[in-house]
């Protein structure tokens, strides 16, 4: 399998030109699903097989499942300072030093499983309350000085979501861990 194909298992994240209200609900329906899945995914894993990583030179499982909840905890943060300040400079994070502390390599991974179901609860009903124009708000990232609207964002994690999802996934089809 190519390095590509290992990184990217379900392609890069691509936003319609046009966000329909049919993609906001599947895209909000897989935030709400998602935490518990993953959950699923990786209820049977050993201490030993979630420190293998997806990739080489990849993050491990434990990793992996950590990312997910540091990740996301900071778009929650996002949707709050987009809906509380106009158009902000959002807080960007060094994702790859985060994997690298001290809890994203050896916390048991339930403690971010059970924070993403908690925190996703959350997540969704808070966008679940939004109007059209709380949607349409706004946010820019320090780095690419782009700005992203809140649907956007919706997207870009539910597409978050099954990336990550698709990295162990994947490994566990290779190492035949899958039932």
């Not at 936003?15 to 209820?43: A, G």
């Not at 929650?76 to 809906?83: G, S």
């Not at 048991?108 to 309350?129: F, R």
Request: proline share 4%; charged share 25%; net charge negative.
């Amino acid at each position: 399998m190519s390095l590509e194909k290992l990184r990217y298992p379900i392609g890069k994240v691509e936003i319609p030109e046009s966000i329909t209200k049919k993609n906001l609900e599947e895209w909000i329906s897989l935030l709400e699903r998602f935490p518990h899945e993953l959950e699923f995914l990786v209820r049977d894993l050993s201490d030993n097989q979630i420190e293998i990583p997806y990739r080489e030179n990849g993050w491990t499982i434990r990793q992996v499942i950590h990312h997910c909840y540091d990740s996301h905890h900071n778009s929650y943060l996002r949707f709050k300072w987009a809906l509380t300040e106009q158009n902000p400079v959002i807080k960007a994070y060094n994702e790859v030093s985060f994997a690298e502390l001290h809890d994203s390599k050896s916390a048991p991974i339930q403690l971010s499983l059970d924070a993403l179901k908690a925190l996703h609860a959350k997540w969704v009903y808070l966008i679940q309350g939004l109007s059209e124009d709380d949607l349409n708000k706004t946010f820019i990232h320090p780095e690419s000085k782009k700005e992203t609207s809140l649907k956007e964002n919706i997207c870009i994690y539910a597409w978050h979501c099954r990336h990550h999802y698709h990295h162990i996934e994947q490994l566990m089809i290779r190492k035949d861990w899958k039932q």
